[in-house]
């Protein structure tokens, strides 16, 4: 598609910025800070939480840069958007999908372009329910605002990775993209054991992959790729293996017994003419011994994202990010959050509405070279 994904180098930095308000201060909250911190086009506005204890904290100590920002953190909304022209929105949305919604919904509606990882129905929002779609198209309109949601993984790593890849290809066969790794590091205890299943007995059925949970969150991207391959699917199926653990292994989030779930491996296989040809593959264990004959990270490390092209040429490209002290997760994270606040120039000056991972061309890291922020 001719109108896809190019690069976008523009309004950044000479001359006025963009005054970006982050909302939310997990680990996407921390990276988006450090993100903007380090944009020449954006100027940190305001950051929102919503934890009293957390209020009037300086952002840069929040976000680990090693020196203030001068923007002290605010329980108030209305006055945090009040100084914005855009929202990083990086409060939590898959344990608060409709409460997220109406945030975004109200960013808009006053005219911020919004950036989120938050919403996983809106990453591919031409097929995301009316229910979903129609608030967030009529507070665009209301505003002349626009909204782009992505990620990682859903995110880059199985849209605009892999099809601007693609642009490298003679044949393809088949393109994947895999996420690989380890969650003995990642401090998420509740999602690490309840949601994806580590350390719980081998008969529970982990919500994450759930009957229909994978297509739901990464079936998007499948449809993305597709898209921009100009193939039909004839329809988007999922697999799952999971493998326990041999031996007992203890991290930073206690004992995971031996017996109990140490792997876990899933695709989103996008089908044309019967053959699985466009797939979301996540491998994923708590322990790197565990399920050792399974795809791990080309460099041994803890974790990494990669993508495939089985064809002639056969491309294989491995991408192993970190920040937060060695931490793949931060990196992965900050990876994210990266891609969602350099769009925020280009989302300032575009039609009111809905973008995706496609329509979103990548912005270069123009005028960041040797721009230290720590
Ligand atoms: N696709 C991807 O690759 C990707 C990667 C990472 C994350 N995500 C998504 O991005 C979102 C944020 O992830 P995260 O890792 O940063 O999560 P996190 O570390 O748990 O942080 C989420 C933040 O949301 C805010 N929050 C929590 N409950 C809230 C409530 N009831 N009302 C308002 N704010 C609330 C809190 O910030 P305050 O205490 O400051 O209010 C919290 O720190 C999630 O929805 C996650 O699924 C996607």
Same mark, same amino acid.
């Given at each position: 598609m001719a109108d896809e994904n190019t690069f976008y180098s523009g309004a950044s930095g000479a001359g006025t910025t963009v005054p970006v308000a982050v909302w939310g201060t997990g680990n996407m909250g921390r990276a988006a800070i450090r993100s903007v911190a380090a944009h020449p086009g954006l100027e940190l506005s305001a950051v929102i939480t919503s934890s009293p204890e957390k209020a009037g904290r300086d952002a840069g100590d929040l976000a680990d840069? +090693?020196? /203030?920002? *001068?923007?002290?953190?605010?329980?108030?909304?209305?006055?945090?958007? &009040?100084? #914005?022209?855009? %929202?990083?929105?990086?409060?939590?949305?898959?344990?608060?999908?409709?409460?997220?919604?109406?945030?975004?919904?109200?960013?808009?509606?006053?005219?911020?372009?919004?950036?989120?990882?938050?919403?996983?129905a809106?990453?591919?929002?031409?097929?995301?329910?009316?229910?979903?779609?129609?608030?967030?198209?009529?507070?665009?309109?209301?505003?002349?605002?626009?909204?782009?949601?992505? +990620?990682? /993984?859903? *995110?880059?790593?199985?849209?605009?990775?892999?099809?601007?890849?693609? &642009?490298? #290809?003679?044949? %393809?066969?088949?393109?994947?993209?895999?996420?690989?790794?380890?969650?003995?590091?990642?401090?998420?205890?509740?999602?690490?054991?309840?949601?994806?299943?580590?350390?719980?007995?081998?008969?529970?059925?982990?919500?994450?992959?759930?009957?229909?949970?994978?297509t739901m969150v990464w079936g998007g991207q499948v449809r993305m790729i597709a898209r921009a391959?100009?193939?039909?699917?004839?329809?988007?199926?999922?697999t799952l293996e999971r493998r326990p653990l041999d031996t007992d292994v203890t991290n930073g989030m206690g004992l995971f017994g031996a017996g109990t779930q140490g792997a876990l491996r899933f695709e989103v296989q996008g089908l044309v003419a019967g053959e699985p040809r466009i797939v979301v593959e996540h491998v994923t264990r708590i322990d790197p011994g565990c399920a050792p004959d399974w795809p791990v990270p080309p460099d041994g490390g803890a974790g990494a994202h990669r993508v495939v092209i089985e064809g002639r040429p056969r491309i294989e490209v491995s991408?192993?990010?970190?920040?937060?002290?060695?931490?793949?997760?931060?990196?992965?994270?900050?990876?994210?959050?990266?891609?969602?606040?350099?769009?925020?120039?280009?989302?300032?000056t575009v039609e009111p509405g809905l973008y995706d991972g496609l329509d979103v061309p990548l912005s270069p890291a123009h005028g960041r070279i040797g721009r230290s922020t720590s």
């Open positions: 840069l +090693g020196r /203030d920002l *001068g923007v002290l953190t605010t329980t108030d909304v209305d006055a945090a958007l &009040g100084g #914005a022209r855009a %929202v990083a929105y990086m409060a939590s949305g898959d344990i608060r999908p409709d409460a997220a919604l109406e945030d975004v919904a109200r960013c808009l509606r006053a005219g911020r372009a919004v950036v989120t990882p938050a919403l996983y809106l990453y591919d929002h031409r097929s995301a329910p009316d229910e979903v779609t129609a608030p967030l198209l009529d507070a665009a309109k209301q505003g002349a605002s626009a909204f782009f949601a992505s +990620g990682v /993984d859903p *995110g880059w790593g199985n849209d605009v990775l892999p099809v601007l890849l693609s &642009g490298l #290809a003679g044949t %393809v066969e088949e393109v994947r993209c895999q996420e690989i790794f380890d969650y003995s590091t990642y401090d998420q205890p509740d999602s690490v054991r309840f949601l994806v299943g580590m350390g719980e007995a081998m008969d529970y059925e982990p919500p994450m992959v759930a009957a229909g949970v994978p391959l100009g193939v039909e699917l004839d329809e988007i199926r999922e991408l192993e990010a970190t920040d937060e002290g060695g931490n793949r997760a931060a990196g992965g994270n900050a990876t994210a959050a990266n891609r969602l606040v350099n769009a925020i120039p280009w989302l300032t």
